[in-house]
């Protein structure tokens, strides 16, 4: 294949990845995932702290998202995500979340569910009611009759008076003790604590034997729900605790896209008059090349959205407003070296040839030194700037593809036929005939 | 060649190092003296942000803030932000504490409860947020110096390194200067400017090794000299377009990413001008002390005075 062809092909190979980008990310909003940054919602990063000379495990952590999962998804909020965020900690992200309070506490409690025995609480200075919080220590383990491990199942009913109220369904090894204390103790006091609140204090009336039993106290519909969410889901082998909290309103989370989507337009927009006015027809060459390239962003980023790897966050946003200079940076050091080339006297054709390589080689090595550092800021950093280094690798990957494919093929094939005819609308000056 | 501009940049070397030299010993002085004012994310707190409306005043913010329990309500800091928004501060770290206060005063001022941010930040986690920005620093530098001495020399990837971290010491000086605070997002931002300030730099030196392969007639900061110069309206127009969008993200950006942009804009500037300015010349002067060179420099000496006599 001689060189014409190979760039013909080169452009329709890029014009393909184009339009099927196209296909892929049209309509914007609906492709692209947003960020909680952007469309609001609750956003925790909890971080695990294990007990005074426990080992943080690999397996503990496994362990404490699944957990954390099922307790998301009991509060019954949809696309709502649990992801590990290093090495010892959680990223909890609940979309237009209503109630972040119930959602806080319901993420952060470890969830450890004792019925005690009330004879046996030595805090005798707190009252045993709803909500009464007791110390550490306020009865020994030898009073714990079962445990939330032992609960097989949970769901929210309503007691006898029509209040909400906790349906408890014990396993085997549960079902037994709770049968054996019950028929002994008809008429004594129980108290269900969780992570050492009492959730309710209840008088056995009569032997329950077959492991199913029902908290009731005075709490609301929406407490029910988050109680039986905690001790469906089990309890977390760690403590975790929230070490990043945010919460963002609906349309403000808008706003700043607006804001930056806007900063993104002009940016592009000055970017793409300075091209023009400095390289004219290589200037309108360039808005091609930054065409291309922003769709072949665009649509390795509603790839990965649909996969569930990416979405768009407010450092993401700017991560791709400065991908534009750094596009445009590409097509400079293509033009700069071919009309250098022109001048120093080579033909259109060989200067295209060369110039376009040479340049194509000092943008790779340029490029790749920003991608080294983008590469380390996604896997070292934490927290929100991962988003921004994401995006700035992705754009760097196809900012290489499009100025070797598309931008370099271009200007060979422009050099000559109309670079040739009409030089000075390019710019370029000296030169031989081809 | 000699209808284009040619300057000598390596001759005015002098001035260059003077230039950087101030900048930098102010950076360090206010460094020192200053210091950097942290945002909350490296020592725990909240950051609200608050619609404002017509007629509540930030006293009234702050009396509210009071009501709601906020333990250090006369303290917290209440600043009102180019969009019509309160940003408060205080030092609350539980999550659960702060989004309850933060509730009562949005009810307590009948404010829009739509247009809020709400972030806590707990006590612990601005040393990992530190850690993991100073891993990512070393792990990207050691990164850096090993990709350019493997493709280049590594007398090369240490003068570029060396104008990284003038160009690093600058943006913290101006934080330093200007009471900036400092958050994640500028760690981002100088994380990032590694990456920017070497694209020029590895332009420049693209073609000084290209120029100096074999060099005969030309001292090798003759040469380098040269190379500037072919380049230079790369140098100009790559930092220019990676400039405009960090502008334009500074002025119509929003608050969060103005904080972003700003130290991206100081840092490209100080980076564009670093790699001529501070690598271009100690790289021509190190390798001037190379034997060959300076074999090559009294050689050209000697060809002047000839010529002079």
Known sequence: MDDKSKNVL????????????????????????????????L????????????????????????????????????????????????????????????????????????????????????????????????????????????????????????????????????????????????????VITLDGVVQSVATIRQPITDGKTMISGTFTAEEAKRLAAVLQAGALPVKLTPSSTQIVGPTLGQESLKQGLLAGLAGFGLVALFMLVYYRGFGLLSWFS??????????????????????????????????????????????????????MGKTFRSAAKSGTRHALITSLNADLVTLVSAIA?????????????????????????????????????????????????????GGQDV | MSRRIYIDFLGKKNIFFAISGVLIAVSIAALIFKGLVFGIEFQGGTVMTLKTKPGVTAEQVRTALQKAGVPDARNATIQTTQDGSWLVRTAESDSQKAEEA?????????????????????????????????????????????????????????????????????VLGIYAVSGREVTPNTIAALLTILGYSLYDTIVVFHRIRENTRTLTKQTFTEAANDSINQVLARWVNTSLTSIIPVTALFFFGGETLKDFAFALLVGMISGAYSSVGVASNIYAIWKESEPRYQALRKKQAQKAAKKAS
């Open chain 1, 10 to 41: 080169a452009l329709g190979i890029v014009l393909v990845l184009v339009a099927l980008s196209w296909w892929a990310f049209w309509p914007l909003d609906k492709k692209i995932s947003q960020g909680l940054d952007l469309r609001g919602g």
């Open chain 1, 43 to 190: 956003s925790v990063i909890l971080t695990a702290e294990p007990a005074p000379g426990q080992p943080l495990t690999e397996d503990m952590m496994n362990r404490a998202e699944t957990i954390l999962t099922e307790r998301v998804n009991a509060l019954g909020v949809s696309e709502a995500s649990v992801q590990r965020s290093g090495a010892d900690a959680l990223l909890v992200q609940i979309p237009g979340i209503k109630d972040s309070r119930e959602a806080l506490k319901t993420l952060g409690s470890t969830g450890r569910l004792d019925f005690v025995d009330a004879r046996s609480i030595t805090a005798t200075d707190v009252a045993l009611e709803y909500g009464a919080v007791l110390p550490e220590g306020a009865y020994p383990e030898s009073a714990i009759i079962v445990t939330g491990a032992n609960v097989k199942s949970a769901g929210v009913t309503v007691d006898q008076s029509n209040r909400p109220a906790v349906s408890l369904d014990f396993d085997k090894q549960g079902a037994d003790a709770w049968a054996k204390y019950t028929t002994a103790n008809v008429g004594q006091a129980i």
């Open chain 1, 290 to 343: 930054l065409a291309s390239y922003l769709s072949l962003l665009f649509g390795i980023i509603a790839l990965l959205s649909r996969a569930g790897a990416y979405s768009l966050s407010l450092p993401g946003v700017a991560g791709l407003v400065l991908t534009v200079g750094l596009a445009a940076d590409s097509s400079i050091l293509i033009f700069e070296r071919f009309k250098e080339e022109v001048r």
């Open chain 1, 377 to 429: 800021i996604f896997i070292f950093a934490i927290g929100p700037v991962k988003g921004f280094a994401l995006t700035l690798a992705l754009g760097i990957v196809c900012d290489l593809f499009v100025a070797f494919l598309f931008t370099r093929s271009a200007v060979m094939l422009l050099a000559e036929s109309v670079v040739h005819k009409a030089p000075a609308l390019f710019g370029v000056k």
């Open chain 2, 102 to 170: 933060f509730l009562k005063v949005v009810d307590e001022l009948s404010l829009p409860k739509q247009d809020v941010t709400v972030t806590t930040i707990g006590p612990g986690w601005g040393r990992s947020v530190t850690r993991s920005a100073l891993t990512a620093l070393t792990i990207s530098i050691l990164a850096i110096l090993l990709y350019i001495s493997v493709r280049f020399e590594y007398k090369m990837s240490v003068t570029a390194v060396l104008a990284l971290v003038h160009d690093a010491l600058i």
